[in-house]
Every structure is written in structure tokens, then in C-alpha cells.
């Protein structure tokens, strides 16, 4: 802190009337050191900060602050007005104005030096010596949190005490509830503590749990004044509260412990929660991260009427990203996961670029990956033209599947740092020829190179420049040197091998594998398993000209994951009285899905009924890629399902294979939700009638 701010960055006589010119005022202090280097530029970047959401604290308090390309460092600036400036406080007017500027690459200490200012913002004592302080030096020594500030902190604050309150009581009483939350963890079972003191007493701060995550859009202040405001409401409410900082300095995850104990959660955001899902099945309050700074009680009390009704909120999905590499998990849950991740952000770039690829091959013919540059030759009156143009494009996407892959895998093992050298790792695969494969292992280098860097100990003069410069730069050469010098041949030489395996399979071959992939498309309906079988069909097609063999793989795969939710969907139409009601209506709009290509249609039933639904759907998948295979479908779209039948190689057979594995797999769902209706029957002594279906309860039928 002792760099960031000075005397000639602290303006005790502050003369600004707007929050517009206070900025102003204080940021032409950080000028005239050097701190900025544009002043307009900087800024119109604490304008547009403080447009998304005014910094007016209650207590008299404003903090303007962003993170700026004009920054030249951490910077913190102090003004104190007498007339107060309105930063859109409840409240009232701010007299107390810490301008907060920093880098847009900022390393983790500095931000974390102005995390505990943030912090040291919520403490009255600190604030009254700050309205107090006569002498900009001692100021500064103050906010620097200096051995010999805080003895004439103690007594700035005693003077303030005897003095009038422009706002009375607003800083005292919080003063007296600190106080009296301290005095209860001090002297256990003692009077004078008030609120506090029941705090302190053994087992009532412990009467009812609380974590809670905070987070804002510039991840500086009010993450962590709200994190702090959060847990002096706890001390003096009697509550223990635990809270999760998800700012600009990183964020240390809860321990899975103390959140399996919580009996209530609050999230505090104006940024989405990383790894949401954790808080699951709990009753949480959902706010705004200003009000855990400006009514922390009355949310402790919200989360503890929710749980005395028994409220919870469902499982929250997240995305890979935010799930990746959870503690406590197995490196094999984490390696899927990483996996997983790039899988997930490559799906739209196949399904964008195969379906263009698709549509110009059907409007320009099987000979328009022959046709020159749309950039050197395009009639706007030619079908050609227009075919040329949408397989280029589709090119161009499909370029990026290999890159993606490896950067968003890098990016789930390693976050935004990952990317660079992911992305690089990516490119070079391909460069190399070494395919999907090099993909994969060019990503889980990326994340592991850069997960190293992390490790080592860094000099504090690089700190700075670590996300922008040193991680970038040194984890790039490093998975560059590997895939130019060390795996890329290899990786090369097995997708070649892989490739032309595949291109020799014929016969029965073709017809094993048609099952395999049908029965792994079928699995988990969407899951992992699913995943990994679209990605291997969708690798290989991921070229300009695929070969018949990857294209009638795509069409095999495709094929099996349109079974489930059809066969699904054929079940509750034949024989409705053996599904509840719930799934005869999710039955109709799994017609939909599943000519869609939606595997996830058929979820509803495979969660009700997994020991019936899961063996009919694979069954019927491994008939329907089988019987694709043996009669050479072929397919060029990575997506679509029905609706690209144009686009299909023997279009009717295939149709054929997909009817075959629908009615197999309904057929087979149908006939063991019946056994085991007639199981039930038996136990209870009693004859199937044709009124037997209206006599047990829905419900029961796939209990």
C-alpha cells in the first residue's frame, strides 16, 4: 500500500459539488505522477463504471473505481468534501471519496491490497479517524494502515466521537455493534457485549450457519465490503457466517465441508457465481452485491425464514468451465471434465461450418469444394457461386474446431490464462497434420504448462506482467517446442493410421462398429459417452473433402442419437397407460427432439425408469448404426437430423435403419415396463383388466 498512495494523492478540502468532478479533481492528482497516463481516457472509464451501478456507500462513503488501460499502477487517491457529493448512496451525500484506479493488468497483490481497503472501508472506527485527520500525510499513513497511523487513528476517532455526526448515529452504531461482537468473542457469557456478546456465547454463533459468495463487475471493492459487511451482520445477529470473494484477486473456494454444513446460503452478485451448483438443495437468497453491503441483517434474516419453511433451490447447471477441476474430485472426474470443456465450446463451430459445408455442397453440387475463391470469382446469379460461398465459409469455421478444442480444454484446467497457448497448441496440430488427436493433447499440455507457471515462485517485479506477457509468452514456446519438435509426429503418424483404418473398414467391420457407436450414442443421452462418439464422427469429417468411410460413420452416429427420444416418444403413443402423465406430454415434444437430433429428449424418461429406458435405447441405437453401416448411408452434416435428409447418401435405406432401431427400442421399453407392471400385478393377487391401468396409480408405473 505504500506505493499507492501518498500526501499529494490525498485532498483533505475537497471542493468538487458532482461525483463527475470529484473524479476529476483526484484523478489530475494521479497525473501529476505519473499514475495515468490519459486523463480523459481514464476517466470515461469511471464513468462508464459508475453508469452500470452508482459506488455511493451508506455511512457517507463513495468509491469510484475501474480498471483502466490508463493506468500505468495501482493508484488510490483520497478526497474528503464538506458538503457532501451525492455518488447515489440511500443515505445521503458522500463526505469520504477514495478514487481506486487500476491497471487492466493488475497483478493478484496489488488487488489484493485494495481488497482489504475495500474491507477496512466497513470499519467505523476507521472511517471516523478519516473524518477526523487533519494533515493530508497522516492521512495517507492512515489509509496505508501504518504502525504509527493507527494510534492517532484511536484518537482522530475519539474526537470524532465527542463532535457531531453529520449523520447521526449512522457510523457510531456499527462502531458500538463491532464492539460489542468483539467484546462477546472476548469475554464468553458477558453482559456488556449486547448482540455481540450472545455471539460470543459458546454455541450461538453456531446456532445456525451461513456461507455466502460476493462478487461485482470490477471485482475490486464491493466484493470485498460486501463480504465484510456480510460477516459483522453475522457476529452481531449470532450467526456464523463463512463468504467466498470471487474478485479480481482470484477466489479460494469454500471447503465443500463447511458448505455440506450450511443451513442457508446468500449470493451476493452482480457477476455470475462460479461453480454455483455447490449451493444446490439449500435455501439461498439471491441479490444484488450492493445490498450485502447495504442490508446484510435483513438478508441473514430472509435466508433464515426460507429455511424454517423449508425452502431449497434445484440443482443449478454450470457451464464445464465452472465445474472444472472442483477439489476433492478424482483426476479422472477432472481429466473428463477438462475434456469435456473443449468439447462443449467446439459443438457449435462443428454445427455452424458442417451444416454450411452441407448446404453448398447441395446447392453447388459434389464438385463445389473444387470451385475457385469466392474472393476471385463470384456471379451473383449463379447457384455455383452462392454453393462456393457457403462450403468456403464452412471451411473457414471448421478451421477452428482443432484450436478451439485445445484452447478451451487448456481453458478448463487453467482458466483464461489456458487460452493462449491452447489456442496455439491448436493451431500448430493442425499445421502438423496431427488432427483431433494432436487437439486433445495439445490442450492438456497448454493447461498442465501454464498450471506449472502458476506454481513457481515469481519475483514481485514481474507480477504485474504475468497474465498479460510472462504466462503467454513462456507456456506458448514451451507447447509450441512440443508439438513442432516431440509429440507432433507421433500424434501424426496415429491419425494417419487411425484414418486409414477407417477408410479400409468394409463389411462386417463397418457393421461392428455402427453398433458400438450407436450403443455409446445411446448411453448417457448427451453425457460424456454420447460426446466422445460425436466427437470421433464429427473429427472426421472436419475436412474439405471427408472420406466415404467418415461420412458414413457421421450417419451411423447421427442415426442412433435421433432413437431414443423417437422410440421414446413411439412408447407413450402405443401404449400411453404405462407412462405417467407428466411423460405421455413429454412424449409429444419428443417427436420434436428427436427428429431434431436432440438425444437429451429422452432424458425425462431415462431419469424416471433408467433400468428400462437406458437397455431399450441402446439396444435400439446399436441396430440402427449397425444396419446405417451396412448399407453405406453416408452424410456430410455434422447436425440437422431429418431435416438434412436431402443431403444423405442412400436417404431411404437410412431412413430404413432409423425406423428399425425406433421400433426396436420402443418395442423393447414397452414390453419391460409391461413385465414389471404384471410383476406388481401378481404380488397384490390381482388380474390385469382392461381397467387395471386407471386402478394403479400413475405414479406407481415407474416408481
Known amino acids: 500500500?505504500?506505493?499507492?498512495?501518498?500526501?499529494?494523492?490525498?485532498?483533505?478540502?475537497?471542493?468538487?459539488?458532482?461525483?463527475?468532478?470529484?473524479?476529476?479533481?483526484?484523478?489530475?492528482?494521479?497525473?501529476?505522477?505519473?499514475?495515468?497516463?490519459?486523463?480523459?481516457?481514464?476517466?470515461?472509464?469511471?464513468?462508464?463504471?459508475?453508469?452500470?451501478?452508482?459506488?455511493?456507500?451508506?455511512?457517507?462513503?463513495?468509491?469510484?473505481?475501474?480498471?483502466?488501460?490508463?493506468?500505468?499502477?495501482?493508484?488510490?487517491?483520497?478526497?474528503?468534501?464538506?458538503?457532501?457529493?451525492?455518488?447515489?448512496?440511500?443515505?445521503?451525500?458522500?463526505?469520504?471519496?477514495?478514487?481506486?484506479?487500476?491497471?487492466?493488468?493488475?497483478?493478484?497483490?496489488?488487488?489484493?491490497?485494495?481488497?482489504?481497503?475495500?474491507?477496512?472501508?466497513?470499519?467505523?472506527?476507521?472511517?471516523?479517524?478519516?473524518?477526523?485527520?487533519?494533515?493530508?500525510?497522516?492521512?495517507?499513513?492512515?489509509?496505508?494502515?501504518?504502525?504509527?497511523?493507527?494510534?492517532?487513528?484511536?484518537?482522530?476517532?475519539?474526537?470524532?466521537?465527542?463532535?457531531?455526526?453529520?449523520?447521526?448515529?449512522?457510523?457510531?452504531?456499527?462502531?458500538?455493534?463491532?464492539?460489542?461482537?468483539?467484546?462477546?468473542?472476548?469475554?464468553?457469557?458477558?453482559?456488556?457485549?449486547?448482540?455481540?456478546?450472545?455471539?460470543?456465547?459458546?454455541?450461538?454463533?453456531r446456532s445456525f450457519r451461513i456461507v455466502a459468495v460476493t462478487s461485482c463487475p470490477t471485482g475490486i471493492a464491493h466484493t470485498y465490503m460486501a463480504a465484510e459487511s456480510l460477516e459483522n451482520a453475522g457476529r452481531e445477529a449470532g450467526v456464523e457466517v463463512v463468504v467466498e470473494t470471487q474478485g479480481s484477486a482470484g477466489f479460494t473456494r469454500l471447503d465443500p465441508a463447511v458448505i455440506a454444513a450450511a443451513d442457508g446460503v446468500i449470493l451476493a452478485h452482480d457477476v455470475p457465481v462460479r461453480e454455483k451448483e455447490r449451493f444446490a438443495g439449500k435455501p439461498t437468497v439471491d441479490t444484488g452485491?450492493?445490498?450485502?453491503?447495504?442490508?446484510?441483517?435483513?438478508?441473514?434474516?430472509?435466508?433464515?425464514e426460507k429455511a424454517a419453511r423449508g425452502e431449497a433451490t434445484a440443482p443449478?447447471?454450470?457451464?464445464?468451465?465452472?465445474?472444472?477441476?472442483?477439489?476433492?474430485?478424482?483426476?479422472?472426474?477432472?481429466?473428463?471434465?477438462?475434456?469435456?470443456?473443449?468439447?462443449?465450446?467446439?459443438?457449435?463451430?462443428?454445427?455452424?461450418?458442417?451444416?454450411?459445408?452441407?448446404?453448398?455442397?447441395?446447392?453447388?453440387?459434389?464438385?463445389?469444394?473444387?470451385?475457385?475463391?469466392?474472393?476471385?470469382?463470384?456471379?451473383?446469379?449463379?447457384?455455383?457461386?452462392?454453393?462456393?460461398?457457403?462450403?468456403?465459409?464452412?471451411?473457414v469455421a471448421f478451421g477452428f474446431l482443432v484450436p478451439v478444442l485445445a484452447g478451451y480444454i487448456a481453458y478448463g484446467m487453467a482458466d483464461r490464462p489456458g487460452l493462449v497457448p491452447g489456442f496455439v497448441g491448436g493451431a500448430i496440430a493442425l499445421t502438423v497434420n496431427a488432427g483431433f488427436l494432436g487437439g486433445l493433447a495439445a490442450g492438456l499440455l497448454a493447461g498442465g504448462v501454464v498450471m506449472a507457471i502458476g506454481r513457481a515462485p515469481i519475483p514481485a517485479a514481474l507480477r504485474g506482467i504475468m497474465p498479460v506477457v510472462v504466462i503467454p509468452l513462456v507456456s506458448s514456446a514451451v507447447v509450441g517446442f512440443l508439438m513442432f519438435v516431440?509429440?507432433?509426429?507421433?500424434?501424426?503418424?496415429?491419425?494417419?493410421?487411425?484414418?486409414?483404418?477407417?477408410?479400409?473398414?468394409?463389411?462386417?467391420?463397418?457393421?461392428?462398429?455402427?453398433?458400438?457407436?450407436?450403443?455409446?450414442?445411446?448411453?448417457?443421452?448427451?453425457?460424456?459417452?454420447?460426446?466422445?462418439?460425436?466427437?470421433?464422427?464429427?473429427?472426421?469429417?472436419?475436412?474439405?473433402?471427408?472420406s466415404d468411410s467418415a461420412m458414413k460413420i457421421m450417419a451411423a452416429v447421427m442415426a442412433a442419437g435421433m432413437v431414443p427420444p423417437l422410440a421414446m416418444a413411439l412408447a407413450t403413443t402405443v401404449r400411453g397407460g404405462l407412462f405417467t402423465r407428466t411423460e405421455r406430454e413429454n412424449g409429444k415434444a419428443a417427436w420434436v427432439l428427436g427428429?431434431?437430433?436432440?438425444?437429451?429428449?429422452?432424458?425425462?424418461?431415462?431419469?424416471?425408469?433408467?433400468?428400462?429406458?437406458?437397455?431399450?435405447?441402446?439396444?435400439?441405437?446399436?441396430?440402427?448404426?449397425?444396419?446405417?453401416?451396412?448399407?453405406?448411408?453416408?452424410?456430410?452434416?455434422?447436425?440437422?437430423?431429418?431435416f438434412v435428409v436431402p443431403l444423405i447418401g442412400n436417404p431411404f435405406l437410412y431412413l430404413v435403419a432409423l425406423a428399425a432401431g425406433v421400433c426396436v427400442s420402443a418395442a423393447s421399453v414397452i414390453v419391460l415396463k409391461g413385465l414389471r407392471r404384471q410383476g406388481a400385478q401378481d404380488a397384490e393377487g390381482g388380474p390385469e383388466t382392461s381397467g387395471a391401468s386407471a386402478a394403479v396409480p400413475k405414479e406407481s408405473v415407474t416408481a
Open 1 to 205: 500500500m505504500s506505493e499507492m498512495i501518498t500526501a499529494d494523492l490525498v485532498d483533505l478540502d475537497l471542493s468538487a459539488d458532482t461525483r463527475e468532478a470529484a473524479a476529476r479533481a483526484l484523478a489530475e492528482r494521479m497525473l501529476a505522477r505519473g499514475r495515468v497516463a490519459d486523463l480523459d481516457g481514464f476517466l470515461a472509464d469511471v464513468a462508464a463504471r459508475e453508469a452500470r451501478m452508482p459506488t455511493g456507500l451508506d455511512g457517507g462513503i463513495g468509491i469510484p473505481h475501474c480498471r483502466s488501460a490508463h493506468v500505468t499502477e495501482p493508484t488510490l487517491a483520497f478526497g474528503r468534501s464538506t458538503a457532501g457529493i451525492d455518488f447515489g448512496a440511500a443515505d445521503g451525500p458522500a463526505d469520504l471519496i477514495f478514487l481506486i484506479a487500476a491497471p487492466a493488468g493488475a497483478d493478484e497483490a496489488h488487488l489484493t491490497i485494495l481488497s482489504s481497503l475495500a474491507r477496512q472501508l466497513m470499519d467505523a472506527e476507521f472511517t471516523s479517524a478519516l473524518r477526523a485527520v487533519t494533515d493530508a500525510g497522516a492521512a495517507a499513513a492512515l489509509i496505508r494502515g501504518e504502525e504509527g497511523a493507527e494510534d492517532g487513528a484511536a484518537d482522530a476517532a475519539g474526537a470524532e466521537a465527542g463532535a457531531p455526526d453529520a449523520r447521526p448515529g449512522v457510523a457510531h452504531a456499527e462502531a458500538g455493534g463491532e464492539a460489542g461482537a468483539e467484546a462477546g468473542a472476548d469475554a464468553e457469557g458477558g453482559s456488556g457485549g449486547g448482540s455481540g456478546a450472545g455471539a460470543g456465547a459458546d454455541g450461538a454463533a
Open 486 to 546: 516431440v509429440i507432433g509426429k507421433p500424434i501424426a503418424s496415429a491419425q494417419k493410421g487411425m484414418t486409414d483404418w477407417l477408410n479400409g473398414l468394409g463389411g462386417a467391420n463397418a457393421v461392428l462398429l455402427g453398433a458400438l457407436l450407436g450403443l455409446m450414442m445411446c448411453f448417457d443421452l448427451g453425457g460424456p459417452v454420447n460426446k466422445v462418439a460425436y466427437a470421433f464422427a464429427t473429427a472426421g469429417i472436419a475436412v474439405a473433402d471427408p
Open 595 to 642: 427428429i431434431s437430433f436432440i438425444s437429451e429428449g429422452a432424458i425425462p424418461f431415462a431419469a424416471a425408469d433408467p433400468l428400462r429406458v437406458i437397455p431399450s435405447s441402446m439396444l435400439g441405437g446399436a441396430v440402427t448404426g449397425a444396419l446405417s453401416m451396412a448399407f453405406g448411408a453416408t452424410l456430410r452434416a455434422p447436425h440437422g437430423g431429418i
Open 289 to 304: 452485491v450492493k445490498a450485502g453491503i447495504s442490508r446484510p441483517a435483513e438478508l441473514i434474516a430472509e435466508v433464515r
Open 316 to 395: 443449478a447447471a454450470g457451464t464445464p468451465v465452472d465445474r472444472a477441476g472442483a477439489p476433492g474430485e478424482g483426476y479422472g472426474t477432472r481429466l473428463r471434465t477438462w475434456l469435456m470443456s473443449g468439447v462443449s465450446y467446439m459443438v457449435p463451430f462443428v454445427a455452424a461450418g458442417g451444416l454450411l459445408i452441407a448446404l453448398g455442397f447441395a446447392i453447388g453440387g459434389y464438385t463445389v469444394n473444387k470451385a475457385p475463391s469466392v474472393m476471385d470469382h463470384f456471379v451473383w446469379t449463379e447457384a455455383d457461386s452462392w454453393g462456393a460461398l457457403l462450403f468456403q465459409i464452412g471451411g
